[in-house]
């Protein structure tokens, strides 16, 4: 099972910017879609970002213009990059790839704190 390392979340103000990074331990071949969740204290994990294998993008409106997903296909790494943070940001991010060809396969990190402070 490949699993997925998520890093460069920490502490912030509000207004200020984080970039999170997420790279997969292990083989990883045929990336179908790789996502951003985030789950805060109290709520369901929702979808925040994802970018297909074909570098189509897409966001949660909350985030729309404020957040930038983008991987580095040759590294298989996948980014967040969140500008104009808000308290209500604040969660637990998780990387999530589905892949193998037609999504067979799914794997997910275990998360990293993004903390928003007004």
């Known amino acids: 099972q490949v699993q997925l390392v998520e890093s460069g979340g920490g502490l912030v103000q509000a207004g200020g910017s984080l970039r999170l990074s997420c790279v997969p331990h292990?083989?990883?071949?045929?990336?179908?879609?790789m996502n951003w969740y985030r789950q805060a204290p109290g709520k369901q994990r929702e979808l925040v970002a994802s970018v297909t294998e074909h570098g189509v993008t897409d966001y949660t409106d909350s985030v729309k213009g404020r957040f930038t997903i983008s991987r580095d296909n040759a590294k298989d790494t996948l980014y967040l990059q969140m500008n104009g943070l808000k308290p209500e940001d604040t969660a637990v991010y998780f990387c999530?790839?589905?892949?193998?060809?037609?999504?067979?396969?799914?794997?997910w990190g275990q998360g990293t704190q993004v903390t928003v402070s007004s």
């Open positions: 999530n790839a589905k892949w193998g060809g037609n999504s067979v396969f799914d794997s």
């Open positions: 292990g083989v990883i071949f045929r990336i179908n879609v």
